[in-house]
């Protein structure tokens, strides 16, 4: 059974770094699109950012774009999100999520599209 298991939120002051990981297991995730999304208080979940586990196109919300950075270790079955820049608008909780199908289109970017998803972990930017 797939799992997926998030880490590496915190507190920061804005302008700060923080970054955080997603250790997945119970699959063959070479084929797997991964994705991270957040959901803030108050708010509906929203998409950050998403990839192929294999090198190939990222794919980031516009209000990330230039301060945040999806990559991934294939040896260490993890996917990272560094943030830079940060801001209190960043405040949310981050899950990771995978799908075994590889998306179209504008579908990287829809939650429905992924089958697998984190517990979470909180990111507070504090001003």
């Known amino acids: 059974q797939v799992q997926l298991v998030e880490s590496g939120g915190g507190l920061v002051q804005a302008g700060g770094s923080l970054r955080v990981s997603c250790a997945a297991s119970?699959?063959?995730?070479?084929?797997?699109?991964m994705g991270w999304f957040r959901q803030a208080p108050g708010k509906d979940r929203e998409f950050v950012v998403a990839?192929?586990?294999?090198?190939?196109?990222?794919y980031y919300a516009d209000s990330v774009k230039g301060r945040f950075t999806f990559w991934r270790d294939n040896a260490k079955n993890a996917v990272y999100l560094q943030m830079n820049s940060l801001k209190p608008d960043d405040t949310a909780v981050y899950y990771c999520?995978?799908?075994?199908?590889?998306?179209?289109?504008?579908?990287?970017?829809?939650?429905?599209?992924?089958?697998?998803w984190g517990q979470g972990t909180q990111v507070t930017v504090s001003s």
């Open positions: 999520a995978a799908s075994p199908d590889t998306p179209r289109g504008s579908l990287w970017r829809v939650g429905r599209q992924y089958k697998y």
């Open positions: 119970g699959g063959t995730f070479s084929r797997y699109a």
């Open positions: 990839g192929t586990w294999s090198p190939g196109p990222t």
